[in-house]
């Protein structure tokens, strides 16, 4: 899951992670789809590059 809020400039950026899926899966370069999101600031673009979705993987394992 990726944060509501940026951790550095505080800039709401949850609501984006999918339309940036998205945009990327249509075959667009990160920088281009940054642009088109609105997405300015390289440390909102770090969590965006760097953040990896695990929850896919860690709801397989129940208690």
Do not use: Q
Not at 32 to 53: A, S
């Amino acid at each position: 899951m990726i944060p509501i809020r940026c951790f550095t400039c505080g800039k709401p950026i949850g609501h984006l992670w999918d339309k940036y899926n998205k945009e990327l899966a249509t075959g667009r370069e990160a920088k281009e789809v940054f642009e088109r999101i609105g997405i300015e600031r390289y440390c909102c673009r770090t969590l965006f590059l760097t953040h990896v979705d695990w929850l896919s993987k860690a709801a397989r394992y129940k208690k």
